[in-house]
C-alpha cells in the first residue's frame, strides 16, 4: 500500500517487523520499539508480528535472529521481500567470539565444530554453569553450531542486512555472509536519555558501570581500573552474580556500591549522577546500548580498542577515551576525565553532538527507509 508525502517525497510502505522480542526488555526489544515508533512518526503503516503468514506487507522487516529461518521460508513462499537486522554474534555459538584464558579475554573469530564443543566444554565464555549444565551444554554444542551454519546460509537468501557495526559486517563476511548485501546503521537511544532528570545519586564523583555485571563485559576489568585510582567509587547498576561480586570486592572492597537491576526509564539518572562511564568489553561487542545512551547524557564513556560496539563508533579524545587492552593504560585513561577538565568538558559536548546527529530515532528509521526503498526498487 502506497502513499504519497509530498513534504518528504517518501512512498510511504507497509511494514512487518517481525520481533520474538518486542517490548519484552532487553536492549534488542528496546531498538525495535524506538525503530517501529520513529517509522510510523514517518508515515509508514508499521504492523509487528511474531510471523509474516497471514499478511500482506510491502516489505517484512526481521528484528534480531531469532525465528529468522521460519520468516524467510515464509516470504520466500510468498515473494515478500525481506531485510534482517542482526544484532548479535550469530557466527559463534556462544555469540561472543572470546575465549577465557587471560583476564582480557582471547579472541577466536573462525569457528568450527571442534572450537564450539572445546568452548562447551571449558565454559569458555564464564558463563557460571553448575556441573550438570557443562555436561548438558556439549551436547547442546552440536545443534549449536548446526543452527549458526543455517542461519548463515539462511542470511544469504534475504534481500538485504542490516548490521549494528561495523566490526559485526566483517564477522558475518567472514563466516561466508555475502558482504554486498550487508549494510550497518546503528541502533537508536530513546530521546528521553538528552533529557536531564534532576537527580543525583551521589555526592561525590562516582564512575558507573551499567549492564549485565559478568566476565564477558569486562566487570573485574573495571573493578581492577578503580583499584589503581585513589578514592574513586564505581557505582554498578545490573545483575550479579556472587562470585563476579566477591572478585569486584577483593579489589575495591566498600568501593564498590551494587545498586541491582532498576526500570529502564530510571536508567539517565544514573548516566547523570557519574563522572564518567566505563565500557570495557571483553567480547566483540556486536552494539553495546550502555555506551550509546551514556554519550546522549553527557557521561563520557572509557573503552577498549578493537572489540567492536563503541571502538566501532567513538574517537579517542574527540567523542571518548579508548584505551589498548591494559588494565594500567585504562585506568589512566579514567584518570584523564577527572583530573583534565578541559578534556572532560570536550568530550562531553562532542558525544552528545555526535549521538544527537546520528543516534536519535528518526535518524535511524531515515537510513533503514532507504534500505525499504532500494529492495522495492530492485524487485
Known amino acids: 500500500m502506497y502513499l504519497l508525502f509530498a513534504r518528504r517525497e517518501i512512498e510511504a510502505m507497509k511494514i512487518a517487523v517481525v520481533s520474538q522480542v518486542y517490548k519484552k526488555g532487553g536492549g534488542g526489544a528496546v531498538s525495535t520499539y524506538l525503530l517501529v515508533s520513529a517509522l510510523r512518526d514517518l508515515g509508514h503503516e508499521v504492523e509487528v508480528v511474531q510471523t509474516p503468514e497471514n499478511i500482506s506487507p510491502d516489505i517484512v522487516l ?46 577466536c573469530l573462525n569457528c568450527s565444530l571442534l572450537k564450539c564443543v572445546s568452548c562447551h566444554i571449558w565454559n569458555k565464555r564464564e558463563k557460571g554453569y553448575t556441573k550438570t549444565k557443562r555436561v548438558l ?66 555526592e561525590e564523583k562516582v564512575a558507573l558501570f551499567a549492564g549485565a555485571i559478568s566476565w564477558i563485559k569486562g566487570a573485574h576489568l573495571a573493578a581492577e581500573a578503580i583499584s589503581k585510582l585513589n578514592d574513586i567509587k564505581l557505582v554498578y547498576v545490573g545483575g550479579a552474580g556472587d562470585r563476579m561480586r566477591k572478585i569486584i570486592r577483593s579489589f575495591l572492597k566498600e568501593r564498590a556500591i551494587f545498586v541491582g537491576r532498576i526500570p529502564y526509564e530510571r536508567m539517565p539518572e544514573y548516566y547523570y549522577s557519574a563522572h564518567v562511564t566505563l565500557f570495557p568489553s571483553i567480547w566483540f561487542d556486536p552494539h553495546g546500548r550502555v555506551w550509546t545512551e551514556s554519550c546522549a547524557c553527557g557521561t563520557p564513556v572509557v573503552a ?57 530515532a528518526d535518524v535511524v528509521a531515515k537510513k533503514y527507509e532507504k534500505v525499504f526503498e532500494e529492495v522495492l526498487n530492485e524487485q
Open 137 to 202: 551444554s556439549i551436547f547442546e554444542s552440536f545443534a549449536k553450531y548446526a543452527l549458526r551454519n543455517l542461519r548463515i546460509k539462511t542470511l544469504n537468501k534475504v534481500d538485504k542486512i542490516v548490521c549494528v557495526s561495523p566490526s559485526l559486517r566483517e564477522r558475518l563476511a567472514s563466516a561466508g555472509v555475502d558482504k554486498s548485501k550487508i549494510e550497518v546503521i546503528i541502533q537508536p537511544v530513546d530521546k528521553t536519555f538528552f533529557n536531564d532528570p534532576e537527580v543525583r545519586h551521589f
Open 304 to 360: 577498549f580498542k578493537g572489540r567492536g560496539g563503541a571502538s566501532d563508533y567513538l574517537k579517542h579524545e574527540e567523542t571518548a577515551l579508548l584505551s589498548d587492552y591494559d588494565v594500567n593504560e585504562y585506568a589512566e585513561q579514567i584518570k584523564r576525565l577527572f583530573e583534565d577538565e578541559a578534556l572532560y568538558r570536550k568530550i562531553i559536548r562532542n558525544a552528545r553532538e555526535y549521538a544527537k546527529k546520528n543516534l536519535l
Open 62 to 107: 526481521h528484528q534480531n535472529i531469532k525465528g529468522l529461518v521460519k520468516t524467510q521460508k515464509i516470504c520466500e513462499r510468498r515473494n515478500i521481500p525481506l531485510i534482517a537486522t542482526i544484532n548479535s554474534n550469530i557466527t559463534c555459538p556462544t555469540g561472543a567470539h572470546v575465549t577465557n584464558e587471560t583476564k582480557y579475554g582471547v579472541p
